[in-house]
């Protein structure tokens, strides 16, 4: 029986792992060109900028919110850096430091709303990612901003032993914030607060603080993501990052992280963004249209949220019959 049971938990905890290498194996013999050194690593450079993103959702999401903001916020950090560079002619490293201020500040724009006006996340973050749309649209007479130093977009074309830099920066953001959850104070306040956040309160924890660190967070690693967008691109797009935010909530939510907080890791939200990447880069060298893929992705979102639910419940069931 106890055999069983760690099956079943092995199943629930790592079935996502044998869905990715199912979801390889059948794109490797619908389309030959797949299974490739070439195509790994476009699938790497792809998911590496909304993988970035996807660190934040998750410190988010953990205390039991959301952020739908996400994607704009890299947009506008795009634009805003464009601009930055053609206009003003501001160094890179001036530039960089003063969209990340920028879209901390976003990022704590949203958590005030949540914390301070009570407003749900849902809408207090979704009126932040229509106004930021907004704002790129604006300053931008939505027109793409290009023609700035080439020596900006050096850093996504590079690579080191092979491995293309904003892969090693995605790495690197991960290692640290997988320790962070796992080892920090801060990790265990974040789980806490998703966990219980009147519990939470009542020991000392400041939930107020906490919540503003995370969309804070959220929003200086939406603005990282959106600098790397804008070298790889060498373009500041208006719409650029536009469904960023639903690709992180489904990698998110694939890797385990709960959508009423508390409870996930970081290390599997490494494979739910795996599975995103794979299924897009999949779906275009199978033909498959735009159209079908937003539909398909749809239909994903809602069967992470679906096995999220259920496997809650089984190893709830687990635990009241031990």
């Known amino acids: 029986m106890k055999k069983n049971k760690n099956a079943v938990l092995i199943l629930l905890n790592y079935g996502i792992v044998v869905a990715l290498l199912l979801m390889i194996a059948i794109f490797s013999f619908t389309s030959k060109n797949f299974f490739r050194t070439s195509t790994m ?3 790497l450079k792809q998911v590496s900028i909304t993988g970035i993103v996807c660190i ?11 952020d739908l903001s996400v994607g704009s916020v890299a947009g506008v950090s795009a634009v805003t850096a464009a601009i930055f ?4 002619n501001l160094p890179i490293p001036v530039t960089c430091v003063l969209v990340l201020i920028l879209s901390l500040i976003y990022g704590l724009i949203s958590g005030f709303c949540v914390t301070k006006l009570n407003m749900p996340p849902l809408i207090a973050t979704l009126g932040v990612q229509t106004s930021l749309r907004g704002l790129a649209y604006i300053v931008t007479g939505g027109l793409p901003v290009y023609g700035f130093t ?5 850093f996504a074309q590079g690579s080191i032993v092979g491995i293309p830099n904003q892969v090693i920066l995605t790495i690197i953001l991960f290692i640290i914030f997988i320790y962070a959850l796992a080892k920090t104070t801060l990790g265990r ?10 519990a939470s309160r009542l020991s000392g924890i400041g939930v107020t603080k906490i919540k503003l660190m995370a969309y804070g967070l959220s929003g200086f690693l939406a603005g990282i993501a959106g600098l790397v967008l804008l070298s790889r691109t060498s373009s500041g797009q208006p719409s650029a990052g536009s469904g960023y935010e639903m690709d992180a909530i489904t990698a998110v939510v694939l890797g385990g992280v709960s959508l009423n907080g508390g409870e996930g890791k970081l290390h599997m939200v490494v494979i739910g963004m795996l599975i995103m990447g794979v299924l897009t880069t999949g779906m275009i ?3 498959i249209n735009d159209y079908v893929q937003q539909f398909v992705k749809g239909i994903v979102l809602i069967l992470a949220v679906a096995y999220s639910e259920i496997s809650k419940k089984i190893r709830s069931r687990m635990i009241v019959t031990e």
């Open 41 to 43: 690593f476009t699938i």
């Open 189 to 198: 306040y974040l789980y806490g607060v998703g966990g219980n956040e009147e």
């Open 285 to 287: 060298m199978c033909g």
């Open 56 to 66: 934040g959702q998750t410190m988010v999401m953990l205390t039991g919110g959301i």
């Open 150 to 154: 080439k020596a900006f977009g050096s």
């Open 85 to 88: 560079l053609k206009s003003y």
